[in-house]
Structure formats: C-alpha cells, structure tokens
C-alpha cells in the first residue's frame, strides 16, 4: 500500500513532487478506508517526503531520487519479468527510461539552482581610498 493525500495539493511540496513523476492517479482505498487518503500506485506520501529530505528540499532533486529509486529497483530485478507467447518484457529494459527522466530531473535541478545562485547578490565593503592634501 502507498498511502497518500487524496485530492493531490498542488501548494505542497509533496504534493508537486508526485505531480512530477506522475504518480497521481488513485488505485483505490486504503484497506482499512482513512478518510482524505488513497493508495497511490508507486510511492506513498511518506517516501516522497523522505525523498525531499535527501534533496534538501528541491522537489525536482525529490523527483529525480524517486524515479532514479525505481529505475535501480527494476534493473535489479531478474533477466526476464514478464512472457507470455510471443511477448516477453524485461526489467532491466524498463529500467533504463526511468535512469534517463531521472537524470533530465536532476539536469533540470541543477540548472534551477544554478539559476537561484545567479539571483544572489554578495556585497562587499569598498576599498578605502586615502587622500592627501597637498
């Protein structure tokens, strides 16, 4: 089970977080029912959090270490996940897209903070000038 606020909160970093690994959708109640929560598919609002917590806070960081979390977990999985007829489906496969969207989250983590850094300004005392009078 994966336990989540139910309506997702735009105005809350978890709730943005799950937005953007696109974990949104109810797979139903929670057993037993707690009211204003429902079981979200791949992480529960408590693994989202710890995740921000690792990112210090940066929720596309967040997003990045959760999908990244999943593309690991496949990957360490067997050889082959799924076959039926002529269809076979393996883990590792399903890694590598995740490992790819984890990285463009963690580039576009960076550049947001690379862009909060230009943002800042340092002041710094001027040099002091010395006159003579002649």
Request: with cysteine; charged share 20%; proline share 7%.
């Amino acid at each position: 089970m994966n336990p989540g606020v139910y309506p997702i909160s735009a105005d809350s970093p978890v709730g943005r977080v799950r937005i953007h690994v696109g974990d949104t959708e109810s797979q139903g109640e929670l057993l037993p029912p707690v009211p204003g929560q429902v079981n979200y598919a791949v992480w529960s609002d408590a693994a989202l959090e710890a995740y921000l917590t690792t990112a210090g806070g940066n929720e596309l960081r967040a997003a990045a270490h959760a999908v990244n979390t999943l593309a690991i977990a496949y990957a360490q999985q067997g050889r082959v996940g799924v076959r039926a007829d002529d269809l076979q489906l393996t883990m590792p496969d399903r890694g590598a897209p995740l490992a790819e969207i984890a990285e463009r989250l963690y580039r576009s983590a960076d550049a947001a903070d690379a862009a909060a850094a230009d943002d800042v300004f340092t002041f710094a005392p001027a040099p002091k000038r010395r006159y003579t009078c002649v």
